[in-house]
């Protein structure tokens, strides 16, 4: 049974550019989250796709949208990079049916140079 | 707005001894679950153990219990027998149980060193 797996590792981009974070979710599971988590931080809550519709959003600004797909898969963009948002962005996938449980994928690392 | 504090940033412990860490939160709900997430250094977040808020009773998985104190919004850990392999980050998380609201609320973390 594979877990929650997300591409790519790690990735460097230049500020102003843009980025695409995949995930797939764990087998079975039918909600994603995605959380932004800075160096020695917790992470951060950025939001949650849940039937391919955003059902709840964190404090991140436009720059941050997402998507799901048919399949639960969900991709996370961020336009106009900036330094700050140099991180480990991290998927969680869940069962709507399940409230508590959260599978966390290994993340990316973005770095904005 | 929920928050999450731990207060020791950093904790050591030698193997197969007990250590304790601290949570605290704070909300204004009365229905909620609260977590503990383990972060190696190869970055997956595990889940440790989870309770919720309107069981009394502590939460328990093998070496890993928790105090749960819900009148003082206290979410310690305990882990015992410590194991090197216990060697990671720790993160309290908070989860309210209202319909629609499933973000985790996290803590910023707590490092844990076993020593040999």
């Known amino acids: 049974d594979a877990g929650v797996t997300q591409s790519p590792t790690h990735l460097i981009k230049t500020r102003g550019q843009q980025v695409t974070l995949r995930c797939s979710p764990k087998s079975g599971h039918d909600t994603v989250s995605w959380y932004q988590q800075a160096l020695g931080q917790g992470p951060q809550f950025i939001f949650q796709y849940y039937e391919e519709e955003e059902r709840q959003r964190g404090n991140f600004p436009d720059r941050f949208s997402g998507h799901q797909f048919p399949n639960y898969s969900s991709e996370l963009n961020v336009n106009a990079l900036l330094l700050g948002d140099s991180a480990l962005y991290l998927c969680?996938?869940?069962?709507?049916?399940?409230?508590?449980?959260?599978?966390f994928g290994p993340g990316t690392r973005l770095t904005v140079t | 707005a929920q928050t999450v504090t731990q207060s020791q940033p950093e904790m050591s412990v030698q193997e197969a001894e007990t250590v304790t860490l601290s949570c605290t939160y704070d909300t204004s709900e009365s229905d909620y679950y609260l977590f503990w997430y383990k972060q190696p250094p190869s970055r997956q977040m595990i889940l440790v153990i989870r309770q919720e808020a309107y069981k009394q009773q502590n939460a328990t998985e093998n070496r890993f219990s928790v105090n749960f104190q819900k009148a003082a919004k206290s979410f310690s850990l305990k882990i015992s027998d410590s194991q090197l392999g216990d060697a990671a980050m720790y993160f309290c998380?908070?989860?309210?149980?209202?319909?629609?609201?499933?973000?985790?609320?996290f803590g910023k973390g707590t490092k844990l060193t076993v020593n040999p």
């Open positions: 969680a996938s869940s069962l709507r049916r399940q409230h508590y449980e959260q599978y």
């Open positions: 998380a908070y989860r309210s149980a209202r319909g629609g609201s499933e973000k985790l609320v």
